[in-house]
Structure formats: structure tokens, C-alpha cells
């Protein structure tokens, strides 16, 4: 068989380009798409990535608009072939509390977390469908399951993605498509170490592994909901979090 094509979105960030390095350890063809316009990261990505040659490639995506987005996608299908994994990765942050947040914060998180994951499986499901095969990864955040001190936005779209990949997941689930979430918690990414320190340190405090976690410990738990043998999980959230918060 040839290898599965899976799409990275968010794929030169903290977690995203962890996961492509698990995803073509696994054996996959993977194509990390994110902003163009991150050049330098870009490069640099590209060095970190240099020992898998070909089987690692940088697209240029914007997750954030719907047309773009749609076109970015047909032209890595052209380049790459059909998509069979698609890892939504891509997120940013506004922090702020409520009373000070600008519509702007509210809507280019909500455009690009939640928004972005729509624009993407919408690109991508029909094909899944038509092949009957799909694995779709919505990388959520524990604090889409807990809320979070001035991340209204950042939250309620997380929390979106969790209903949005139930739904989706019964829509897919006869067309051998599955769909899932994971929920990191707080990870050594330099959306992390932006947080103030005073505050880090009082979150880190409370995670109960007593430390924060790595992306590659979210990669492999992706890489698993990715894998072929993974048919009959669907619809599900898998926090990793390091105890931060505990669910049943
Ligand atoms: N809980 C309770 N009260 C808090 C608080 C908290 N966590 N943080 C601040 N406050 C209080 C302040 O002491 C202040 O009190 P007073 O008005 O009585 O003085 C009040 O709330 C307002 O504080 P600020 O004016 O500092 O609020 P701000 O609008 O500037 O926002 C903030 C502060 C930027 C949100 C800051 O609290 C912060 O950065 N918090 C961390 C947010 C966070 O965890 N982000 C996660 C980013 S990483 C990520 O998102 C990845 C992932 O998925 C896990």
C-alpha cells in the first residue's frame, strides 16, 4: 500500500511539528501547512525536519479563511495526493479578560481555532468519504474543558471543537472516517513559555505531574488516533495533561 498522506495544520508550531515527526516516523507523507509569512520559523523548520527528507513538506496554508483555504488544500492534493489524515493544530491566543477583550480577540481566535477546523474537514471530507477512509485530529486544549482566567475566546473555541468533532464524527462514522480530539494541557511551546512568568509558575504548580509537558507526548497520542487500527474510536477526546484536570 502506498503511504497515507496526512495534512499538519499548525504543522511549524510548538506541537504541530512534533506531531509531523511522529506522523512520518509511522510512515506517513506528511505535509506541514501553515503561514507563509512565519519565513524565518519557516527555515528553521526546515533544518529540524531535514532528516526525514521528502517525507516532510512545508505548504503554505491560511486556515483562517475559507476560499484560501479550500485552494491551499486542492493544490496540496495536487502536489502531495489525496489527504487521508488531516491534524487540525493551528490555534493563537489573545488573552485578555472580557471586559478588556476587543471584537477583533473574540473573532481572529474564533476565525482561526474554530473557524479553521471547519474550513479545513470541509476541504477534505468529501475525499475521505469518496475512499472511505479518513482520520481526522482536532487538537482541542484542557482549557476548552475547564475555561481559563482571560481566555474567553480561546475556551469557548476549544470547546467548540469538541462538539464540532462529535458531530462530524456521526456524520463520518458508516464512510470509515473517524474524527477525534485531543486536549493538551500546558507544554513546553513557545505559546507557553509567552505566558508571564509569575502566572506560568502558578500553573505549573498546579499540574499535578509536577511539571509541564512535551510536545512529543501529545504527538504520540495523535499518531495513535491516526493509525489504521484505530477504526473504532471515534468521537472521542483524549485529554493529556498531566492530571491538571481529571474527568471520567
Ligand atoms: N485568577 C484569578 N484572578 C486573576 C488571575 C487568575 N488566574 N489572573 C489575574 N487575576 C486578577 C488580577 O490579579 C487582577 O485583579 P485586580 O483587578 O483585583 O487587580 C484582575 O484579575 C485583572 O488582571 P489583569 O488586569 O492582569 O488582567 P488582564 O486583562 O491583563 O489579563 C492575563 C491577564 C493576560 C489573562 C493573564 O492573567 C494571563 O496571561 N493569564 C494566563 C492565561 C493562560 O493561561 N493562557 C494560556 C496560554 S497557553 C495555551 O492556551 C495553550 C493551552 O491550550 C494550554
Known sequence: MSKRVALVTGGIGGLGTEICKYLARSGRRVVAADLASRAER???????????GNLIQFEPINVGDFDTCAAAIK???ANHGAIDILVNAAGIT???TLR???????N???AINLGGVFNTCRAVVEGMIERGFGRIVNISSVNGQTGQFGQTNYSAAKAGMHGFSMA??????RKGVTVNSVSPGYCRTAMVAAIPENV???IIAAIPVGRLGEPSEIARVVDFLCADESGFITGANIPVNGGYFMDF
Open 42 to 52: 519557516v527555515t528553521e523548520f526546515r533544518k529540524e525536519v531535514a532528516e526525514f
Open 100 to 106: 478588556k477583550m476587543s471584537p477583533q480577540q473574540w
Open 108 to 110: 481572529d481566535v474564533l
Open 94 to 96: 489573545r488573552d485578555t
Open 200 to 202: 506560568r509558575s502558578q
Open 168 to 173: 462530524l464524527a456521526r456524520e463520518v462514522a
Open 75 to 77: 493544490a496540496i492534493e
